[in-house]
């Protein structure tokens, strides 16, 4: 059984076999954008952000976890930064800010 591009896409991206530029500025930081908006835009009784929650969740999840482990992955040439290392350590900040604003909401 062959799978769709959309899956192998989303399997490879999970897995860290994209680029890291891909998956952290397109993935991780753009679509974390985009998947975000709902949460600011929709008022906080809308019944849509009983459904846009959970997936900004399932989305900052996966997105996290690949660009992580993509990262990872990431060999700096000569003379370059460890853009890798960078990268996770960006994730881990925005990681502790997510908690912090969560911990304040309660």
Known sequence: MKKSKKQNYITNFW??????????????LIGGTIVS????????????ILIFVPL????LIWAIIGTWRSA??????KKQWAWGTIAQVYIV???LRILIG????L
């Open 15 to 28: 897995n860290g076999n994209e680029s890291l530029g891909t998956s952290f500025w397109a993935v991780y």
């Open 37 to 48: 908006l709902p949460a600011y835009v929709l008022p906080e009784t809308s019944y849509a």
């Open 56 to 59: 900004q969740f399932v989305y």
């Open 72 to 77: 990872s992955k990431f060999k700096p040439k």
């Open 93 to 95: 900040l925005s990681v």
């Open 102 to 105: 969560i911990a304040t909401n």
